[in-house]
């Protein structure tokens, strides 16, 4: 991965170019899930009231090159993993295991003992190469869609 890529803390301001992010990476991205999975669980960037909320309580970690956001991660009290999305150019540069190592020394500073994550089709190898184990996979229905996903924990 070029140095010039910076990991830095997010706020509200980052919160729309996240959203387009979010989207970008389920769309763009080569993926496990169809074009009708991927259209009903992100039809539109997210952006918004409820959007905004959800990421505030939140600590995000955002990867950018000239200012352009790469990837994001968050983690929030209890260890939860919420969102963790690389832009496809960025995948395979090793831009995930630097924000999970960064969101890892939070948890660990926080006191956590453990982190856990919903982890997509897409992400389940790479948080498998950071140690995580799956505890159960599970189906959740969006509209008239099901997707795959693992409940997936690492003690830290």
Same mark, same amino acid.
């Given at each position: ?45 997210? %952006? ?6 959800? =990421?505030?309580?939140?600590?995000? #970690?955002? !990867? ?48 956590? %003992? ?6 997509? =089709?897409?992400?389940?190898?790479? #948080?498998? !190469? ?27």
């Amino acid at each position: 991965m070029p140095e010039s890529v910076t990991i830095r803390r997010g706020d509200a301001s980052d919160y729309k170019a996240l959203g387009q992010l979010m989207y970008d990476a389920v769309h763009l991205a080569p993926s496990h899930y169809s074009e009708d999975q991927r259209q009903a669980w992100m039809p539109e960037p997210r %952006s918004g009231p409820e959007w905004d909320e959800r =990421l505030s309580s939140k600590t995000i #970690f955002i !990867a950018e090159q000239n200012d352009i956001p790469l990837g994001f991660m968050t983690i929030e009290p209890g260890g939860y993993i919420d969102f963790a999305y690389i832009r496809r150019e960025a995948q395979g540069s090793g831009l995930f295991r630097r924000l999970y190592s960064i969101v890892e020394t939070t948890a660990k500073d926080w006191g956590e %003992s453990a982190l856990w994550v919903h982890a997509s =089709l897409m992400a389940q190898p790479a #948080f498998t !190469a950071m140690g995580f184990e799956v505890d159960y996979h599970e189906t959740v229905e969006i509209g008239d869609q099901t997707l795959n996903r693992a409940r997936m924990t690492k003690i830290i």
